[in-house]
């Protein structure tokens, strides 16, 4: 009986370690909005540390006939951010309709800690667009020399 405390002990110890450090702020975030015809998305962005940067993706699948002369290329999606204390910056930017995953900006410091709104507008909506997926990953410092 003895042995097996002297085994079980550290074991416990060590899977105790292993569950608290799985326990972490995740380094990565997703949300999907299906798409409901109006062209209107809005995601809540949570960038609690302003000394950290985040990279920030969409995705989504626009549903189309393969090579028919009026493929569509991209489509046009106001992005408007509206800050912590309600500062609001936007622009717009181009969806390349062949792509799954499209990055959008690499590397955001933000300027204020907290939770952001940010909200897509896309008109029109194009014919068969699925909805709109938005990753927010959390970079480490030290990739950019801090």
Do not use: N
Not at 64 to 69: E, Q, S
Not at 107 to 126: C, K, Q, R, T
């Amino acid at each position: 009986m003895r042995a097996w405390r002297t085994v079980l002990a550290p074991a416990a110890s060590v899977l105790a370690a292993l569950t608290l450090a799985a326990c972490g702020e995740p380094s990565s975030r997703e949300t999907f909005i299906r798409s409901d015809g109006s062209g209107e998305y809005s995601f809540p962005v949570a960038m609690p540390d302003s000394t950290a940067a985040y990279d920030i993706l969409f995705y989504t699948v626009v549903d189309k006939v393969p090579m028919a002369p009026d493929t569509l290329a991209s489509f046009p999606m106001l992005v408007t951010w509206k800050s912590p204390s309600g500062r609001y910056f936007s622009e717009t930017v181009y969806y390349p309709v062949a792509l799954h995953r499209v990055l959008y900006r690499s590397g955001i410091v933000p300027a204020e800690a907290g939770d952001w709104s940010l909200s897509v507008s896309v008109a029109p909506e194009p014919e068969g667009l699925r909805g709109l997926g938005l990753i927010v990953k959390t970079i480490k410092t030290e990739q950019y020399g801090e």
